[in-house]
């Protein structure tokens, strides 16, 4: 690995421009690091001798990080100096090398761990040549999970299917935002279902949470039926609720 950061080095030095990702990479490791992460990202063209060194399959994982100071010098650590690592929308991005199966997944154990119960980490794994996609599918991910108030933790695209073939289709996520909408106007009601979501749908948890009694709680999931069409205590229901909220905020 040595050898070939030496080659991303003596590149950055023979090119007159360089992408936004790119900035003086043979001044730092880090830089490095960013801009053969931002190529790849990217779907840039790397030269032949770069390209030699690189990993065949990767791990995709981006992260959205509550105390960026401290976390990220985990997650730095916990990734391996092979790991490469970037920034998208402020998020973080890594690409961590799969090196066998099994790898993947202990990789988001030890990642995950970093979080300490704050932040979210979307994964993806594809081979090198589908990095884009991968990052593509792992960003999507990331907004759904962060959209739907789900808790800190890693996801991968099975844990929010439903919602991500919502937003595939623009009449279903338009018609969605639309129907939950007028919710907005009733502050109470919004702030009652955004608590029964982030509180899995358990009645007991989403009334300590907004400490008010079981019974007040109950008139208000009825007031949301009313404004939205929607029963919020069927599992019909809450899943429409869920994907409408997410299709409102992404919207927005």
């Given at each position: 690995?040595?050898d070939f950061r030496?080659k991303?080095?003596?590149?950055g ?7 936004d ?9 880090a830089?490095?690091?960013r801009g ?6 990217d779907g ?8 030699g060194?690189?990993?065949?399959r990767y791990?995709?994982a ?6 960026p100071?401290?976390?990220?010098a985990?997650l730095?650590?916990?990734a391996?100096e092979d ?6 929308d ?10 066998g199966?099994?790898s993947?997944?202990r990789?988001v154990?030890r990642l995950a ?8 980490l ?15 599918e ?18 991968t695209?099975?844990d ?5 073939a919502?937003?595939l289709?623009?009449?279903?996520r ?7 909408r007028?919710l907005?106007?009733?502050k ?8 029964f979501?982030?509180?899995d749908y358990?009645?007991?948890k989403t ?6 009694h079981r019974?007040?709680?109950d ?12 029963d ?11 994907a409408a909220?997410?299709a ?5």
């Open positions: 690995m040595a030496a991303v080095r003596a590149e030095q023979e090119r007159s421009k360089e992408p990702d790119l900035v003086e990479p043979h001044k730092d490791p830089a490095v690091s053969l992460a931002g190529d790849l990202a840039r063209s790397l030269p032949a001798d770069l390209t060194g690189l990993t065949p791990l995709i981006v992260v959205r990080l509550a105390e100071g401290r976390q990220l985990a730095r650590a916990v391996g790991a490469l690592l970037t920034h998208r402020g998020d973080v991005v890594l690409l961590v090398p799969a090196a199966p099994g993947g997944e990789s154990t761990q970093c979080l300490g119960g704050k932040g979210w979307a994964t993806a794994e594809r081979d090198r040549a589908r990095l884009v996609d991968g990052l593509d792992a960003c999507s991910v990331l907004r759904l999970v962060v959209a739907g108030l789900r808790p800190s933790g890693a996801y695209i099975s929010v299917l439903v919602e991500y919502v937003t289709n623009e009449k279903v338009t018609d969605l935002a639309a129907m939950i007028p907005r106007a009733h109470v009601l919004w702030e009652t279902l955004t608590a979501v982030d509180s358990s009645k007991n009334a300590r949470s907004l400490f008010i019974s007040t709680l008139y208000r999931l009825r007031r949301i039926e009313d404004v939205t069409g929607c919020p205590t069927s599992g019909r229901g809450a899943q429409t609720l869920t909220m997410i409102e905020v992404l919207q927005n």
